[in-house]
């Protein structure tokens, strides 16, 4: 098994939120088109960080973990 990062698992649980996460769309682009502008990215990158950061990294023990807490 390999061993994720912190930023693995949070763009992990955008793909899983959003299947289009890595597909880029342009600002005017058609509707429904496939995609995310690269500032809805960032906004769900850090919406997810901070579900992650709270809701989720308190409750486990990561191997490469510094004392302050920050994952390596």
């Known amino acids: ?3 994720k990062t912190r930023d693995e698992i949070i763009t992990s649980m955008c793909y899983t939120y ?3 996460f890595g597909l880029n769309k342009e600002q005017n682009a058609y509707p429904f088109q ?3 502008t ?5 906004s769900l ?12 990294h308190p409750y486990m023990d990561f191997k490469n973990e510094t004392p302050q807490g920050n994952i390596k």
Do not use: P
């Not at 690269?38 to 960032?42: A, F, T």
């Not at 850090?46 to 709270?54: C, G, L, S, T």
């Open 1 to 3: 098994m390999q061993i």
């Open 18 to 20: 959003r299947h289009d």
């Open 34 to 36: 496939a995609g995310m």
């Open 38 to 42: 690269q500032e809805d990215r960032e």
């Open 45 to 56: 990158w850090r919406q997810m960080a901070q579900i992650f950061d709270n809701d989720i």
